[in-house]
Nanobody, 119 residues
């Protein structure tokens, strides 16, 4: 059974930092891209960042460029999201996601971890 388990969320003041982790089990995702999404109250889930299986290619939505960094450790089947200079508008539930194949969309999702940034 495939599981993605996020951790590292919490409450932080504006300008602070958090590091999210997503550990996968049940299969390896070493050869697949992975991503982080977020969903704020009353808003649709949005793609925040994604990373290729080698880690060489990344995508960041404009609002987090220069502040968030995605990385991965394929030996640990884990993806990380370092979030710096956090803003109140970053408040959301953050979800890790993985595809079923190199050509599929994201089909595996974690349970989410809450990130709350106070002003």
């Amino acid at each position: 059974q495939v599981q993605l388990v996020e951790s590292g969320g919490g409450l932080v003041q504006a300008g602070g930092s958090l590091r999210l982790s997503c550990e996968a089990s049940g299969r390896t995702f070493s050869f697949y891209g992975m991503g982080w999404f977020r969903q704020a109250p009353g808003k649709e889930r949005e793609l925040v960042v994604q990373i290729s299986w080698t880690g060489a290619t990344t995508y960041y939505t404009d609002s987090v460029k220069g502040r968030f960094t995605i990385s991965r450790d394929n030996a640990k089947n884990t993806v990380y999201l370092q979030m710096n200079s956090l803003k109140p508008e970053d408040t959301a539930v953050y979800y890790c996601a993985a595809p079923d194949s190199r050509t599929s969309g994201y089909v595996y999702w974690g349970q989410g971890t809450q990130v709350t940034v106070s002003s």
